[in-house]
């Protein structure tokens, strides 16, 4: 009897190695912070960033140990690479949580309803002889709406009847639809400041040297905004089951009819997220809005004639280009910064709202 | 037009029987939609050359404006090619150092966010990832100014103090923090959500079955992945890793207000005056001041810019198409599986 119960018992202790308890790797990381802040608190001045990395370092380097200890060297690697890919992740959400921080700290004094709704700038008083700034971004943000709202007139109907052709029209070994996609790709991987370069150098040769416009920037965005478009609907369009088309076609409804009333409408919200993504995207470009529309202090809602502001390029140039008074200047650069990212923060939950409210059920 | 429109609708044509007028307008609005974005692709080359080649062949010793155009040696350039080699130089470098400094990070986070997070936050997680991506590049680059430039000069002093025999860090030490480092960690950051979106996508391709072999064999988290995943997604990650650059390359604001550059070739990390101006930057920082000729001169710079990163996403594209895990059935394949 004795025999036949240690039997088992000792030939199991053989079988199972070493392990580390089981919430060791949370308290781990517990164990890592509070000694880094120790030896930070006693070494350094207090600093977020050292902190995080050296609690890092710390975790990596004790579990690493520990598991090599109580377990294997197999084990120690996997959570040690655990740790490390962990930690990457957390290394890409501070930037995102520092940029936001940075910029709503810095522009939210700025931020006020007379900032939105005056033309900024400064002005020459010829009374006292001074210049005074006033704080304002009107121009700014009815120029980007202006430019954006063109751009997405443009692009967005090629875009949808260019996915359209990929998907519904041609057959997949086709050579222009290969070549069309490819062109795609290619397109998407423009740089933004070329687009600008594209834009400019085509309207001066039309108009002369004097080519800035405001429309002349929505080409510059068109070129970028294009292949988004196509892409996003392209995807769309071919999660729509091929039953709903031929149960369509076997009807006798006439392709062009199938394709609106059937294929399109039911990837409708698909389509409009896609759409509205694509807005947020090139609403925060600046480089090709300030190549192809360059800036002004002036109020110009006329997309065909001269310069005109936008958010982005205002917040570049006020920062670069600062005017006597420096620190107006950059506060002007930050409420642009804010309401930018305000303006892209908008969008993307426009499009959220639409692909969960209006989403198909079959999806 | 007319041609493209029958050759494509013949092999439909059986299942429509007659065709309708309204069928006939729609299918030319499409075919001709496709056909404006090779219109368009080939309108930016034609454009740019058209405005930059004036600049390009012109004789730059003896123009007056081209010689003058920001030099900081003093003496003229002697041809369009000797001012854009210095350009097209920083172009490559800074993209390369947020290369370095971005891929791995942006590969680690989506293997956390494809293998090691819980299934249910994994969505949520790669969301925040895509927030990165809708972040003007204009926001960054003020953070850059503000919270990067300072945020690295203790470090930028003890590389210089420690490691400054290394070509990268020797040179006078900066003390603004306007520098290639600086540049290049912003610009890390903003390649970052591309990058992780792309890798992503094709960890999750793995085929499930090699996953779970590996695990019934007894294999950890860490040997799964490097035996199935890794293996089955390196081409994805080298061409993800191709068009971060691509989309680097063409980086204009973050590199434009942080660094202070100069017109050659450097490879020095740390310093304010000694790091080489990008193609893109250039152009921000000069395309006001100048005209004419000069204009000129920067649009062909952009011709260049243009050419490299066609050829890097291209190359990134054939990587894909060609060598990719299973090629052209891939989605299918995974779905399967």
């Known amino acids: 009897m004795t025999t036949s119960t240690a039997g088992p018992l000792t030939r199991a202790a053989g079988l199972t190695s070493g392990q580390l308890p089981r919430f060791s790797e949370p308290i781990g990381v517990?164990?890592?912070?509070?000694?880094?802040?120790?030896?930070?608190?006693?070494?350094?001045?207090?600093?977020?960033?050292?902190?995080?990395?050296?609690?890092?370092?710390?975790?990596?380097?004790?579990?690493?140990?520990?598991?090599?200890?109580?377990?294997?060297?197999?084990?120690?690697?996997?959570?040690?690479?655990?740790?490390?890919?962990?930690?990457?992740?957390?290394?890409?959400?501070a930037p995102l949580i520092s940029t936001l921080w940075t910029v709503v700290s810095q522009g939210i004094g700025v931020l006020s309803w007379s900032f939105i709704t005056q033309t900024g700038g400064t002005k020459f008083d010829p009374d006292t002889l001074s210049v005074v700034a006033t704080p304002g971004a009107l121009q700014a943000v009815v120029g980007t709406l202006i430019i954006t709202g063109i751009a997405a007139l443009i692009s967005v109907p090629i875009g949808i009847l260019t996915a359209v052709y990929l998907v519904e029209y041609a057959q997949p070994n086709n050579p222009l639809r290969r070549m069309i996609t490819f062109l795609v790709d290619v397109m998407t991987g423009i740089p933004s400041i070329v687009a600008g370069l594209f834009a400019f150098s085509l309207f001066s040769l039309i108009v002369g040297p004097k080519a800035f416009s405001g429309f002349s920037a929505s080409i510059a965005l068109c070129v970028l905004m294009i292949p988004i478009v196509v892409r996003s609907t392209e995807e769309?369009?071919?999660?729509?089951?091929?039953?709903?088309?031929?149960?369509?076609l076997a009807l006798g409804v006439p392709r062009s009819t199938t394709i609106v009333k059937i294929v399109l409408r039911t990837a409708a919200s698909g389509i409009v997220t896609g759409v509205v993504l694509a807005v947020a995207r090139v609403v925060g470009e600046t480089a090709p809005i300030f190549i192809a529309a360059s800036f002004t202090d002036n109020f110009n809602a006329n997309p065909f004639d001269g310069p005109m502001q936008t958010l982005p390029v205002m917040a570049y140039t006020a920062y670069s280009f600062p005017g006597q008074d420096i620190a107006a200047s950059q506060a002007q650069s930050w409420g642009a910064a804010l309401l930018l990212v305000i303006l892209v923060v908008i969008f993307n939950l426009i499009a959220r709202i639409v692909a969960t409210m209006f989403a198909p059920k079959s999806r | 037009m007319a041609d493209a429109a029958t050759t494509t609708t013949s092999p439909s044509r059986s299942l429509i029987g007659k065709r309708r007028a309204s069928d006939t307008v729609f299918l030319g609005l499409s075919?001709?939609?496709?056909?404006?974005?090779?219109?368009?692709?080939?309108?930016?080359?034609?454009?740019?050359?058209?405005?930059?080649?004036?600049?390009?062949?012109?004789?730059?010793?003896?123009?007056?404006?081209?010689?003058?155009i920001h030099n900081p040696l003093g003496n003229g350039w002697s041809s369009f090619w000797a001012y854009v080699a210095p350009l097209l130089w920083g172009s490559l470098w800074s993209a390369v150092i947020a290369m370095i400094l971005g891929a791995p990070v942006a590969i680690g986070i989506a293997l956390f966010i494809s293998h090691y997070a819980p299934r249910r936050l994994a969505g949520l997680l790669g969301y925040i990832v895509d927030l990165l991506a809708a972040v003007p590049s204009i926001v960054f680059g003020l953070w850059g100014i503000i919270v990067i430039r300072p945020f690295l000069l203790p470090l930028s002093q003890f590389l210089n103090e420690y490691f400054g025999w290394i070509p990268l860090f020797s040179g006078q030490v900066t003390s603004t923090g306007s520098t290639m480092l600086a540049g290049g960690v912003v610009l890390a950051v903003m390649i970052l959500p591309i990058v992780t979106s792309i890798t992503r996508?094709?960890?999750?391709?793995?085929?499930?079955?090699?996953?779970?072999?590996?695990?019934?064999?007894?294999?950890?988290?860490?040997?799964m992945i490097r035996l199935s995943v890794l293996p089955y997604a390196r081409s994805g990650m080298v061409s993800a890793t191709l068009l971060g650059l691509g989309r680097a390359l063409g980086e204009t604001m973050a590199i434009a207000l942080i660094i202070s550059p100069a017109l050659l070739f450097s490879v020095q990390l740390l310093t304010d005056g000694y790091n080489s101006q990008t193609i893109a930057a250039n152009i921000a920082l000069n395309f006001p001041i100048s005209s004419g000729i000069q204009r000129s001169a920067l649009i062909g710079t952009g011709l260049m810019l243009f050419v490299v990163s066609l050829a890097v996403n291209m190359l990134a594209r054939y990587i894909i198409a060609a060598t990719g895990p299973g090629a052209k059935g891939r989605k299918k394949k995974g779905k399967r599986s």
């Not at chain 1, 050292?50 to 959570?79: M, P």
């Not at chain 1, 091929?242 to 149960?247: C, P, Q, T, V, W």
């Open chain 1, 30 to 93: 517990v164990i890592a912070l509070v000694i880094s802040a120790g030896i930070i608190a006693l070494l350094a001045p207090f600093n977020i960033a050292l902190w995080l990395v050296l609690t890092a370092v710390l975790y990596l380097v004790g579990i690493g140990v520990a598991s090599t200890i109580v377990e294997n060297r197999r084990k120690a690697t996997d959570r040690v690479v655990r740790g490390l890919v962990t930690s990457a992740f957390v290394l890409a959400v």
């Open chain 1, 236 to 248: 769309m369009l071919r999660l729509v089951p091929s039953e709903l088309r031929e149960a369509s």
């Open chain 2, 31 to 68: 075919t001709g939609s496709a056909i404006s974005i090779m219109v368009i692709l080939a309108g930016v080359a034609i454009f740019l050359i058209i405005q930059g080649l004036p600049a390009i062949t012109a004789n730059w010793s003896s123009n007056q404006d081209l010689a003058a």
């Open chain 2, 201 to 223: 996508e094709i960890f999750l391709q793995t085929p499930r079955l090699h996953e779970e072999a590996a695990l019934a064999l007894g294999a950890t988290r860490w040997e």
